[in-house]
Nanobody
Framework: QVQLVESGGGLVQAGGSLRLSCVAS????????VGWFRQAPGKEREFAAA????????SYGDSVKGRFTISRDNAKNTVYLQMNSLKPEDTAVYYC????????????????WGQGTQVTVSS
């Protein structure tokens, strides 16, 4: 069992930055991947970024590549999503998710989910 708690969302103007945090607990995460997904009202859930907990592999969605950076701090059991050059279209609820099935861009592969944190980018 893995528990995930997101934080760091808020209101920011276009061009600004936010850093989201995902704190995990419950077990050894060395074989897990952690992903960030986002969902805007009326839109499908969209992959943002993912990282292996115990390895170097990362992946980014096309809409955030070059602006967002995913990283981890194993000592703190935390995965971060640094979001720079934010745009109004980045407005969404951002979810942290974890899976023991390997790094994936598909939300269907993730077993554990946080409750989300709201990011709002004003124009």
């Amino acid at each position: 069992q893995v528990q995930l708690v997101e934080s760091g969302g808020g209101l920011v103007q276009a061009g600004g930055s936010l850093r989201l945090s995902c704190v995990a607990s419950g077990r050894d995460f060395s074989d897990y991947a952690v992903g960030w997904f986002r969902q805007a009202p009326g839109k499908e859930r969209e992959f943002a970024a993912a990282i292996n907990w115990g390895g170097p592999l990362t992946s980014y969605g096309d809409s955030v590549k070059g602006r967002f950076t995913i990283s981890r701090d194993n000592a703190k059991n935390t995965v971060y999503l640094q979001m720079n050059s934010l745009k109004p279209e980045d407005t969404a609820v951002y979810y942290c998710a974890a899976t023991a099935r390997g790094l994936s861009r598909s939300d269907r592969m993730y077993e554990y989910w946080g409750q989300g944190t709201q990011v709002t980018v004003s124009s």
